[in-house]
């Protein structure tokens, strides 16, 4: 296969899948990842993929972003696995800020019916899974709330949370690396994201593997901001050195 021929074919699968990877082209292909490189660094020259941690997605699609019904879709298996494991990380009768994020719900969905938490969150299917949890003292940060993730945002919500200081804040991300920090794809909810980091003491991330690398259109902070990465097995060890070099403890699951 020519480069022209093989490059038309990557593109073809970065923009069916949302992203590919320079391993995983060079198998299927049968050639050098140096040789996939290339191709993508000659893709996103021509403007038609924008290159990120170990691959590339389609141009235009740093503002992409699934809906919900696609997003709890997507990595199921992982997500229960890193929302379990994330229980490890709740204070006795401590606070906890739940983000908006698809496993960030699963966690609330499996607090203990013994725990004797406060919780504060923006996310309303976080809040509606809470609602009527028995030890759980819930309290409903407000704002305007997008469709798209069903989380409030804007000046009610950032007031909210510049006046708690909790335990810890359960994060959520759609893309990380060491290279590019945490990103999503809106402003106003990045914005958000933000002020519940400072809300709380100790900060943990639940964020499957293929997030990590992806790059989104607003940043909202550093990985080196995050005490605890909890992800699946999916992140390699190399990539694992490299977050952990940061500051950040990582626990694969």
């Known amino acids: 296969m020519y480069a022209p021929e093989r490059q038309q ?94 496993t960030v719900s699963r966690l609330a969905a499996a607090l203990p019916l013994e725990s004797g938490l406060t919780v504060v969150t923006h ?52 893309g990380f690396s060491p290279e590019h920090g945490l990103t999503t794809p809106d402003l106003a909810e990045a914005a958000v994201k933000r002020a519940a980091v400072t809300s709380a003491r100790r900060v943990v991330l639940l964020a499957d593997s293929a997030k990590h690398g992806q790059e989104h259109f607003a940043r909202f902070g550093d990985l080196a901001d995050v005490d605890l990465l909890i992800t699946d097995k999916g992140l390699s060890d190399d990539d694992t050195a490299a977050i952990e070099r940061g500051g950040t403890e990582v626990v694969r699951v």
Request: hydrophobic share 45%; net charge negative; charged share 30%.
């Open 123 to 174: 996310s309303l299917p976080t809040a509606a899974r809470l609602a009527d949890h028995p030890g759980v003292q819930l309290h409903l940060i407000g704002g305007r709330v997008r469709h798209r993730t069903r989380a409030a945002v804007d000046a009610w919500a950032l007031r909210a949370y510049g006046e708690i200081r909790a335990d810890v804040v359960f994060l959520a991300a759609n």
């Open 9 to 102: 074919e990557i593109l073809r699968l970065a923009r069916d899948s949302g992203r590919v990877d320079v391993l995983s082209l060079a198998e299927e292909f049968q050639v050098t990842a140096e040789t996939i490189r290339r191709d993508l660094k000659a893709l996103d020259r021509a403007g038609l993929v924008r290159r990120v941690h170990g691959g590339a997605i389609p141009a235009g699609r740093l503002d992409f972003e699934p809906d919900l019904t696609e997003r709890e879709s997507t990595a199921a298996d992982e997500k229960d696995r890193i929302a379990q494991a994330a229980l490890a990380e709740l204070p006795a009768d401590g606070s906890v800020v739940l983000d908006a994020g698809t």
